[in-house]
């Protein structure tokens, strides 16, 4: 069943190489699907083997420990990246990068996700994590999703509810394959003026240059995490190649030579005196994958 595969398969694929982080052990077994046969391929090989599988978008909202990842891994960015508009809908299939579809649909005058401006993302990821800002989250504009059942069947879903803070409840290990997204016509220069706004606000208050997941905490009702973190001490904070970010403390930045496991002492760090200084027990909004 790999061997019907007609993307790439590779075995102790280095995660690192595909997180932004740049932190992760190898995969099992890693796979770049060419198109949806291809995903089917992985999963009935994955069912019939017993292994668990586990999407990968752009890889920018994972911390993957150094041990790896047993089993399947599948790598949805560079597959599925084709975006079509139909007058104001879009439909984009799970590998397309969230800044180009922002892009694309602008250039035809369509608008009303720049919200989405600047977060690195696959469709599929932004998706799964309902990406987004205060402004206004992808589940806010998608009518539809589509995506693989385990035994490789199509689904689709009509996502009324089905999206909540930093999270769309799919069903359990389904691989989502794309979406229809309503946009709105509004003149390019505009959504040109807005992008550049967003990207200057985000620039100004993000570590960008550096490796960094996003938000490693959810923010806790009513308050930010970044506050918390701030008030207990902890901005700047470093073990070894890890640190806190002295330019938003809800980021943790690889300064270089950081493995998972330094990470993982900083987050715990974190929520240890969080929780002494405020009673309150942080959550984790990056996701964690691996042994
Ligand atoms: C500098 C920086 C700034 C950021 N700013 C923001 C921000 O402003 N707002 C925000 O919301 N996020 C932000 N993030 C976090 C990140 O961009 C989002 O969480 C984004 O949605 C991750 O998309 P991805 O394709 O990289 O997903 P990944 O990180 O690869 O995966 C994230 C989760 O989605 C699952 N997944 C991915 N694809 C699929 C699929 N096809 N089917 C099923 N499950 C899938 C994965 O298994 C994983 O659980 C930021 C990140 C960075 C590095």
């Not at 978008?57 to 599925?80: F, I, M, P, S, T």
Request: aromatic fraction near 6%.
């Amino acid at each position: 069943m790999l061997g019907e595969i007609r993307g790439e398969v590779r075995f102790k694929e280095p995660l690192s190489f595909h997180t932004s982080l740049r932190i992760g052990g190898p995969a099992d077994i890693f796979v770049v699907p060419q198109d949806v046969e291809d995903i089917r391929h992985a999963l009935m090989f994955a069912d019939r083997e017993q292994l668990p599988v586990v999407v990968v978008g752009g890889g920018n909202n994972l911390l993957v420990r150094d041990r790896g990842v047993h089993g399947v891994v599948l790598k949805l960015e560079g597959c599925l990246g084709r975006a079509e508009f139909h007058g104001e809908e879009a439909l984009a299939g799970a590998g397309v990068s969230l800044s180009a579809l922002i892009r694309e649909a602008a250039a035809l005058n369509l608008g009303g996700i720049e919200s989405l401006v600047g977060i690195p993302a696959t469709i599929g990821g932004a998706l799964a994590m309902n990406a987004g800002t205060v402004d206004g989250w992808i589940g806010d504009f998608v009518s539809a999703v589509y995506f693989l059942h385990p035994d490789g069947s199509l689904g689709e879903f009509k996502p009324a509810g089905a999206f909540g803070y930093r999270a769309f409840h799919l069903p359990a290990s389904a691989v989502l394959i794309g979406c229809r997204m309503q946009l709105h016509r509004r003149p390019l220069p505009e959504i040109q003026k807005e992008i550049r706004a967003r990207l200057k606000q985000k620039k100004s208050t993000q570590p960008l240059a550096l490796a960094s997941a996003g938000f490693v905490w959810k923010n806790p009702a009513g308050d930010l995490a970044s506050r918390l973190i701030e008030k207990a001490g902890l901005r700047g904070k470093r073990i070894n190649g890890a640190e806190i970010s002295s330019k938003h403390a809800n980021f943790i930045v690889n300064r270089g030579g950081a493995g998972a496991a330094d990470i993982l002492s900083l987050m715990e760090l974190t929520r240890e005196r969080v929780h002494s200084h405020f009673g309150i027990t942080l959550e984790t909004e990056i996701r964690i994958l691996g042994e």
